[in-house]
Nanobody, 123 residues
Framework: QVHLVESGGGLVQAGGSLRLSCAASERTFSRHVMAWFRQAPGKEREFVTFITWSSGSTYYADSVKGRFTASRDNAKNTVYLQMNSLKPEDTAVYYC????????????????WGQGTQVTVSS
């Protein structure tokens, strides 16, 4: 069983910044990729970014490209999401997730999920 715990969410003003963390159990060792998704009320879960454990390769959704940055610390089994220039449309519950094999952008392919952390951006 893989356990993921997100933290760092909160309320910020538009244009502000926030950094999310996702702490993973040791059992993520066999998983090749970590990803961030978000879900606003009444909407489907949306891909944000993924990052691979081995090389740190990243890929971003167009909606966050240039504003969000994913990073990881293998020794701490932790991934981060630095969010800058936040917009009201970024408001959502943010989830981290993990899977084995190759990275993908579909939430349907991810096996384990954290509980989510709320990010609210006010205008």
């Amino acid at each position: 069983q893989v356990h993921l715990v997100e933290s760092g969410g909160g309320l910020v003003q538009a244009g502000g910044s926030l950094r999310l963390s996702c702490a993973a159990s040791e059992r993520t060792f066999s998983r090749h990729v970590m990803a961030w998704f978000r879900q606003a009320p009444g909407k489907e879960r949306e891909f944000v970014t993924f990052i691979t454990w081995s090389s740190g390769s990243t890929y971003y959704a167009d909606s966050v490209k240039g504003r969000f940055t994913a990073s990881r610390d293998n020794a701490k089994n932790t991934v981060y999401l630095q969010m800058n220039s936040l917009k009201p449309e970024d408001t959502a519950v943010y989830y981290c997730a993990t899977k084995g094999g190759v990275p993908t952008t579909s939430y349907r392919n991810y096996e384990y999920w954290g509980q989510g952390t709320q990010v609210t951006v006010s205008s």
